[in-house]
């Protein structure tokens, strides 16, 4: 199982970014799948969850009406487009199975940093 998250940066407060997780050696169409984060000095957190099929989502309170989880099966991909982001948003974030689905294995993650 490879996951691979990519598309963070350093953005303003407010501003916008797409992260993207590439996955293999899975059937990825079947899992539901989830966005998880993790701050400095605090421990990961989820943040979104989508069924396998996309038509249902889960967002944390304090993403809700700025973060849209979304997937693409047809690619094994899956995304998270984050709006009005603030730095609290600020972590490292993950992809992996939902919950119990979870890999043993995560993959390196990518920066997401608030500031300006």
Known sequence: ???????????????SLRVSCTTSGFTFGTYIMSWYRQAPGKERELVATINSVG???????SVKGRFTISRDNAKNTMYLQMNNL??????????????QLAFASWGQGTQVTVSS
């Open 1 to 15: 199982v490879h996951l691979v998250e990519s598309g963070g940066g350093l953005v303003q407060p407010g501003g």
């Open 55 to 61: 038509g249902g989502t889960f967002y944390m309170d």
């Open 86 to 99: 603030k730095p609290e948003d600020t972590a490292v974030y993950y992809c992996n199975g939902a919950g």
